[in-house]
T-cell receptor
Framework: AQKVTQAQTEISVVEKEDVTLDCVYE???????LFWYKQPPSGELVFLIR??????QNEISGRYSWNFQKSTSSFNFTITASQVVDSAVYFC??????????FGKGTMLLVSP | DGGITQSPKYLFRKEGQNVTLSCEQN?????MYWYRQDPGQGLRLIYY???????QKGDIAEGYSVSREKKESFPLTVTSAQKNPTAFYLC??????????????FGPGTRLTVL
Protein backbone atom coordinates (compact mmCIF):
# COMPACT_ATOMS: atom_id res chain seq x y z
CA ALA A 1 0.00 0.00 0.00
CA GLN A 2 1.13 3.51 -0.62
CA LYS A 3 0.39 6.61 1.37
CA VAL A 4 1.05 10.34 1.18
CA THR A 5 0.87 12.61 4.20
CA GLN A 6 0.64 16.38 4.02
CA ALA A 7 0.53 17.34 7.67
CA GLN A 8 -0.04 21.04 7.06
CA THR A 9 -3.72 21.63 6.41
CA GLU A 10 -3.43 25.37 5.91
CA ILE A 11 -0.55 27.86 5.84
CA SER A 12 -0.90 31.63 5.87
CA VAL A 13 1.98 33.91 4.91
CA VAL A 14 2.48 37.50 3.92
CA GLU A 15 3.67 38.30 0.43
CA LYS A 16 7.43 37.94 -0.12
CA GLU A 17 7.83 35.40 2.65
CA ASP A 18 9.33 32.02 1.84
CA VAL A 19 7.14 29.02 2.56
CA THR A 20 7.77 25.27 2.60
CA LEU A 21 5.05 22.68 2.06
CA ASP A 22 5.84 19.29 3.53
CA CYS A 23 5.15 15.90 1.95
CA VAL A 24 5.98 12.51 3.45
CA TYR A 25 5.31 9.33 1.53
CA GLU A 26 5.22 5.59 2.15
CA UNK A 27 5.79 2.84 -0.37
CA UNK A 28 7.47 -0.56 -0.45
CA UNK A 29 8.46 -0.23 -4.09
CA UNK A 30 11.96 0.80 -5.06
CA UNK A 31 10.76 2.47 -8.25
CA UNK A 32 8.21 5.20 -7.78
CA UNK A 33 7.30 8.69 -8.90
CA LEU A 34 6.45 11.74 -6.85
CA PHE A 35 4.39 14.68 -8.05
CA TRP A 36 3.25 18.10 -6.96
CA TYR A 37 0.06 19.69 -8.30
CA LYS A 38 -1.41 23.14 -7.73
CA GLN A 39 -5.15 23.69 -7.52
CA PRO A 40 -6.11 27.38 -7.82
CA PRO A 41 -9.61 28.55 -6.87
CA SER A 42 -10.83 27.69 -10.38
CA GLY A 43 -10.49 24.02 -9.45
CA GLU A 44 -8.34 22.59 -12.21
CA LEU A 45 -5.20 20.77 -11.09
CA VAL A 46 -2.00 22.12 -12.60
CA PHE A 47 1.02 19.83 -12.84
CA LEU A 48 4.16 21.31 -11.25
CA ILE A 49 6.78 18.59 -11.10
CA ARG A 50 7.48 14.87 -11.39
CA UNK A 51 10.45 13.19 -9.73
CA UNK A 52 11.44 9.53 -10.00
CA UNK A 53 12.89 7.60 -7.10
CA UNK A 54 16.34 7.32 -8.66
CA UNK A 55 16.82 11.03 -9.02
CA UNK A 56 17.48 12.72 -5.71
CA GLN A 57 18.75 15.94 -7.19
CA ASN A 58 16.94 18.96 -5.91
CA GLU A 59 15.24 21.03 -8.55
CA ILE A 60 14.68 24.75 -8.89
CA SER A 61 12.26 26.38 -11.28
CA GLY A 62 12.06 30.11 -10.83
CA ARG A 63 10.68 30.76 -7.35
CA TYR A 64 9.83 27.09 -6.85
CA SER A 65 12.22 24.47 -5.51
CA TRP A 66 11.82 20.86 -4.45
CA ASN A 67 13.84 18.89 -1.90
CA PHE A 68 13.66 15.11 -2.35
CA GLN A 69 15.17 13.04 0.47
CA LYS A 70 14.76 9.28 0.29
CA SER A 71 16.31 8.84 3.74
CA THR A 72 13.35 10.60 5.31
CA SER A 73 10.79 9.72 2.57
CA SER A 74 10.07 13.36 2.02
CA PHE A 75 9.49 15.52 -1.03
CA ASN A 76 9.11 19.07 0.21
CA PHE A 77 8.18 22.09 -1.90
CA THR A 78 9.44 25.60 -1.22
CA ILE A 79 8.13 28.82 -2.71
CA THR A 80 10.57 31.70 -2.42
CA ALA A 81 9.28 35.26 -2.16
CA SER A 82 5.64 34.18 -2.23
CA GLN A 83 3.07 36.14 -4.20
CA VAL A 84 -0.70 36.46 -3.90
CA VAL A 85 -1.07 34.41 -7.08
CA ASP A 86 0.53 31.48 -5.26
CA SER A 87 -2.60 31.15 -3.12
CA ALA A 88 -3.99 27.71 -3.89
CA VAL A 89 -4.28 24.19 -2.61
CA TYR A 90 -1.15 22.15 -3.27
CA PHE A 91 -1.22 18.38 -3.56
CA CYS A 92 1.62 15.93 -3.29
CA UNK A 93 1.07 12.57 -5.00
CA UNK A 94 2.81 9.23 -5.38
CA UNK A 95 2.70 6.45 -7.94
CA UNK A 96 4.69 3.23 -7.56
CA UNK A 97 4.84 0.14 -9.73
CA UNK A 98 1.69 -0.22 -11.80
CA UNK A 99 -0.50 1.48 -9.24
CA UNK A 100 -2.55 4.61 -9.72
CA UNK A 101 -1.78 8.01 -8.23
CA UNK A 102 -2.25 8.37 -4.48
CA PHE A 103 -2.80 11.94 -3.33
CA GLY A 104 -2.20 13.61 -0.02
CA LYS A 105 -5.05 15.62 1.45
CA GLY A 106 -3.55 18.87 0.28
CA THR A 107 -2.20 22.03 1.89
CA MET A 108 -4.08 25.27 1.42
CA LEU A 109 -1.68 28.18 1.03
CA LEU A 110 -2.99 31.69 1.64
CA VAL A 111 -0.70 34.54 0.65
CA SER A 112 -1.89 37.93 1.76
CA PRO A 113 -0.65 41.26 0.39
CA ASP B 1 -6.39 23.32 -28.58
CA GLY B 2 -5.62 19.97 -26.97
CA GLY B 3 -7.03 19.27 -23.56
CA ILE B 4 -9.63 17.68 -21.35
CA THR B 5 -13.17 18.97 -21.32
CA GLN B 6 -15.65 18.42 -18.56
CA SER B 7 -19.20 19.63 -18.79
CA PRO B 8 -21.04 21.22 -17.24
CA LYS B 9 -19.01 23.20 -14.71
CA TYR B 10 -21.89 23.20 -12.22
CA LEU B 11 -24.64 20.59 -12.03
CA PHE B 12 -27.67 20.39 -9.78
CA ARG B 13 -29.84 17.33 -9.36
CA LYS B 14 -32.62 16.17 -7.12
CA GLU B 15 -31.96 13.37 -4.71
CA GLY B 16 -32.69 9.95 -6.21
CA GLN B 17 -31.89 10.92 -9.79
CA ASN B 18 -29.03 9.45 -11.76
CA VAL B 19 -26.73 11.97 -13.39
CA THR B 20 -23.97 11.57 -15.98
CA LEU B 21 -20.84 13.71 -15.99
CA SER B 22 -19.07 14.18 -19.27
CA CYS B 23 -15.31 13.90 -19.85
CA GLU B 24 -13.73 14.26 -23.29
CA GLN B 25 -10.05 14.44 -24.25
CA ASN B 26 -8.38 15.10 -27.59
CA UNK B 27 -4.87 14.35 -26.37
CA UNK B 28 -4.88 10.77 -27.74
CA UNK B 29 -4.22 9.45 -24.24
CA UNK B 30 -4.97 5.81 -23.55
CA UNK B 31 -5.72 6.04 -19.84
CA MET B 32 -8.49 8.07 -18.22
CA TYR B 33 -9.49 8.56 -14.60
CA TRP B 34 -12.29 9.89 -12.42
CA TYR B 35 -11.61 11.41 -9.01
CA ARG B 36 -13.85 12.79 -6.34
CA GLN B 37 -12.75 15.70 -4.16
CA ASP B 38 -14.36 16.60 -0.85
CA PRO B 39 -13.19 19.44 1.41
CA GLY B 40 -10.16 18.34 3.39
CA GLN B 41 -10.13 14.89 1.79
CA GLY B 42 -7.85 15.32 -1.17
CA LEU B 43 -8.60 13.39 -4.35
CA ARG B 44 -9.97 9.88 -4.23
CA LEU B 45 -10.06 7.57 -7.25
CA ILE B 46 -13.49 6.39 -8.40
CA TYR B 47 -12.81 4.52 -11.66
CA TYR B 48 -10.09 4.34 -14.25
CA UNK B 49 -9.66 2.94 -17.74
CA UNK B 50 -6.39 1.93 -19.36
CA UNK B 51 -7.87 1.16 -22.80
CA UNK B 52 -11.14 1.31 -24.65
CA UNK B 53 -13.84 -1.12 -23.46
CA UNK B 54 -12.01 -1.80 -20.22
CA UNK B 55 -12.16 -0.13 -16.82
CA GLN B 56 -11.36 -0.86 -13.18
CA LYS B 57 -12.81 0.22 -9.87
CA GLY B 58 -10.87 2.66 -7.78
CA ASP B 59 -11.04 3.20 -4.05
CA ILE B 60 -14.60 4.53 -3.87
CA ALA B 61 -16.50 2.99 -6.81
CA GLU B 62 -19.73 2.18 -4.98
CA GLY B 63 -22.66 4.12 -6.37
CA TYR B 64 -20.87 5.05 -9.58
CA SER B 65 -20.65 3.54 -13.05
CA VAL B 66 -18.57 4.31 -16.16
CA SER B 67 -18.20 3.33 -19.79
CA ARG B 68 -15.32 3.62 -22.24
CA GLU B 69 -16.67 3.06 -25.74
CA LYS B 70 -14.34 5.56 -27.36
CA LYS B 71 -10.77 6.54 -26.57
CA GLU B 72 -11.77 10.17 -26.26
CA SER B 73 -14.66 9.77 -23.87
CA PHE B 74 -15.05 8.47 -20.32
CA PRO B 75 -18.45 9.45 -18.87
CA LEU B 76 -19.23 8.92 -15.19
CA THR B 77 -22.74 8.17 -13.95
CA VAL B 78 -23.56 9.01 -10.37
CA THR B 79 -26.40 6.70 -9.45
CA SER B 80 -29.05 7.03 -6.76
CA ALA B 81 -27.12 4.38 -4.82
CA GLN B 82 -24.36 6.89 -4.06
CA LYS B 83 -25.18 8.03 -0.55
CA ASN B 84 -23.38 11.35 -0.58
CA PRO B 85 -22.95 12.50 -4.18
CA THR B 86 -22.42 16.22 -3.61
CA ALA B 87 -18.75 16.82 -4.43
CA PHE B 88 -16.27 18.16 -6.97
CA TYR B 89 -15.49 15.62 -9.70
CA LEU B 90 -12.26 15.69 -11.66
CA CYS B 91 -11.45 13.75 -14.79
CA UNK B 92 -7.88 13.07 -15.88
CA UNK B 93 -6.00 11.42 -18.70
CA UNK B 94 -2.50 10.12 -18.89
CA UNK B 95 0.21 9.46 -21.46
CA UNK B 96 3.39 7.54 -21.10
CA UNK B 97 6.74 9.21 -21.75
CA UNK B 98 9.92 7.42 -22.80
CA UNK B 99 11.56 5.52 -19.98
CA UNK B 100 8.29 4.55 -18.34
CA UNK B 101 7.61 7.92 -16.80
CA UNK B 102 4.27 9.49 -17.46
CA UNK B 103 2.19 12.52 -16.75
CA UNK B 104 -1.43 12.93 -15.80
CA UNK B 105 -3.47 15.91 -16.96
CA PHE B 106 -6.68 17.06 -15.33
CA GLY B 107 -9.86 18.62 -16.62
CA PRO B 108 -11.50 21.71 -15.09
CA GLY B 109 -13.89 19.65 -12.94
CA THR B 110 -17.65 19.47 -12.42
CA ARG B 111 -19.20 20.56 -9.15
CA LEU B 112 -22.25 18.38 -8.49
CA THR B 113 -24.81 19.43 -5.94
CA VAL B 114 -27.66 17.11 -5.04
CA LEU B 115 -30.62 18.88 -3.51
Amino acid sequence: AQKVTQAQTEISVVEKEDVTLDCVYETRDTTYYLFWYKQPPSGELVFLIRRNSFDEQNEISGRYSWNFQKSTSSFNFTITASQVVDSAVYFCALRSGYSTLTFGKGTMLLVSP
Amino acid sequence: DGGITQSPKYLFRKEGQNVTLSCEQNLNHDAMYWYRQDPGQGLRLIYYSQIVNDFQKGDIAEGYSVSREKKESFPLTVTSAQKNPTAFYLCASRFRLAGGEDEQFFGPGTRLTVL
